[in-house]
Nanobody, 125 residues
Framework: QVQLVESGGGLVQAGGSLKLSCAAS????????MGWFRQHPGEEREHVAT????????DYVDSVKGRFTISRDNAENTVYLEMKDLKPEDTAVYYC??????????????????WGQGTQVTVSS
C-alpha cells in the first residue's frame, strides 16, 4: 500500500499563502487520482480538492475556488496544494489521499483508501 507524507503546513496570517506537498512512496501514484481533505477541530473531514491521474480533471470545494490550486508531478510522485488568500476558517489539519482504484474519478471520500498523517495549517486573523 502506498505511503503518503504531507508537509508544508504552518502558521500564517490571514491573506497569506502556503503550499502543501504530499509525497507518495511504496505504491503506484501516477495511475491514481489524488485528493486533499481537511478537518476542522470538532468537525468531520471535508473534501477540498481532487486531481485526476494525469491532472486533466480537477475539482474544488466551493469555499476554496479561486484561492487554492491542486497540482501533481507524477515524475516526483508528489501532489501539491497551493493555498492563497488564506482565511481563519481555512485553519484545519490537511490530509492527502489516494483513490483506491486506478484510472478512476472518485466521487466520495470512501473512494480513497490511503491517507497521510496530516499537516496542520493555522491562519491567524
Amino acid at each position: 500500500q502506498v505511503q503518503l507524507v504531507e508537509s508544508g503546513g504552518g502558521l500564517v496570517q490571514a491573506g497569506g499563502s502556503l503550499k502543501l506537498s504530499c509525497a507518495a512512496s511504496g505504491g503506484t501514484f501516477m495511475t491514481h487520482s489524488m485528493g486533499w481533505f481537511r478537518q476542522h477541530p470538532g468537525e468531520e473531514r471535508e473534501h477540498v480538492a481532487t486531481i485526476s491521474w494525469r491532472g486533466r480533471t480537477i475539482d474544488y470545494v466551493d469555499s476554496v475556488k479561486g484561492r487554492f490550486t491542486i497540482s501533481r508531478d507524477n515524475a516526483e510522485n508528489t501532489v501539491y496544494l497551493e493555498m492563497k488568500d488564506l482565511k481563519p476558517e481555512d485553519t484545519a489539519v490537511y490530509y492527502c489521499a489516494r483513490d483506491s482504484n486506478p484510472f478512476h474519478w472518485p466521487t466520495r471520500s470512501d473512494d480513497f483508501d490511503s491517507w497521510g498523517q496530516g499537516t496542520q495549517v493555522t491562519v491567524s486573523s
